[in-house]
């Protein structure tokens, strides 16, 4: 889930938006599957819960988890979850959760970001942040608030992202549009590539591509990654309650 968060969420770009221009709200729902090579491995989804107070404040309750398909459940089990309550004003993430339980691996992280004083407060510190840091969940989010033209025309653009107490940033390069076969027809697709930071996740960025939809949803459609073992694959398996009806070729 974590992988899948990272890929997802890489698309965010400082940029205007409009809120009631936003591509999702409140009841969307979006599952995907994981699979190396032809094996499948796991399941991410994404939900957005609610509108709720935090800080009064009104704010997006999102909710993603991550596990392993029942067959490695007997080998490495993960059960992942992430949520974030993003301010519906400034997209900015007020409050992130993470609970992560992979095979005997534990991390449980609860992040209070001050974004007038530019930290975020945790457990046990506070650690300062550049202006507008996202966490891993709300990243994704507000990356699909971006305006295509900047994107496309204005070369490659970079991420300040806050993880694992650690500020970071990520170099994004748009790479082409691609008609892509899905189930429910064929979608035109943006095409993406990430440079990642080197010892993070992947040690080589170049070789990720990410297709998210060229229509109002923004909505990430599917991810490979090349890896020394392989190739993985993140596809959209199933989506509710979208804000705008999904753009399908016709033929």
Same mark, same amino acid.
């Given at each position: 889930?974590?992988? %899948?968060? %990272? ?13 009631? #221009?936003? $591509?999702?709200?409140?009841?969307? *729902?979006?599952?995907? !599957? ?5 094996? /499948?491995?796991? *399941?991410?989804?994404?939900?957005? !819960?609610?509108?709720?107070?935090? &800080? #009064?404040?009104?704010?997006? +309750? ?20 992430? @949520? ?12 992130? /959760? ?9 991390? #449980?992280? +609860? ?7 530019? &930290? ?7 650690? /300062? ?18 305006? !295509? ?7 490659? %653009? ?7 107490? =650690? ?9 082409? &549009? ?15 590539? $990430?440079?990642?930071? =080197?010892?993070?996740?992947? =040690?080589?960025?170049? =070789? ?8 109002? #949803? +923004?909505?990430?459609?599917?991810? @490979? ?15 509710? +309650?979208? !804000? ?8």
């Amino acid at each position: 889930m974590r992988l %899948f968060l %990272f890929i997802a969420f890489i698309f965010f770009s400082i940029l205007a938006f409009s809120q009631r #221009n936003l $591509p999702y709200d409140v009841g969307e *729902y979006a599952s995907y !599957k994981i699979s190396f090579g032809a094996i /499948n491995v796991g *399941y991410a989804e994404l939900e957005v !819960k609610e509108i709720i107070p935090v &800080n #009064n404040k009104p704010s997006f +309750h999102i909710i993603g988890k991550g596990r392993t398909a029942p067959f490695f459940d007997w080998i490495f089990k993960v059960r992942d979850v992430y @949520e974030t309550f993003i301010d519906t004003s400034s997209l900015l993430p007020l409050v992130f /959760n993470r609970e992560v339980r992979e095979g005997g691996h534990v991390i #449980n992280q +609860h992040y209070k970001f001050n974004h007038k004083n530019q &930290n975020v407060v945790t457990k046990d510190s506070i650690f /300062n942040i550049p202006i507008q840091a996202q966490d891993m969940l709300s990243a994704l989010f507000y990356a699909r608030t971006f305006k !295509k033209d900047s994107v496309l025309y204005g070369g490659s %653009f970079f991420v300040p992202i806050f993880m694992d107490d =650690e500020n970071y940033f990520l170099e994004i390069k748009y790479l082409k &549009n691609e008609i892509i076969e899905t189930k429910w027809g064929k979608v035109d697709c943006m095409v993406f590539k $990430p440079k990642m930071q =080197e010892g993070r996740v992947f =040690e080589d960025g170049e =070789e990720m591509k990410i297709w998210i939809t060229d229509d109002k #949803n +923004h909505l990430l459609l599917r991810v @490979e990654t090349k890896i020394w073992a392989g190739l993985i694959k993140v596809v959209l398996e199933d989506y509710k +309650h979208v !804000k705008y009806t999904l753009s399908i070729i016709e033929e």
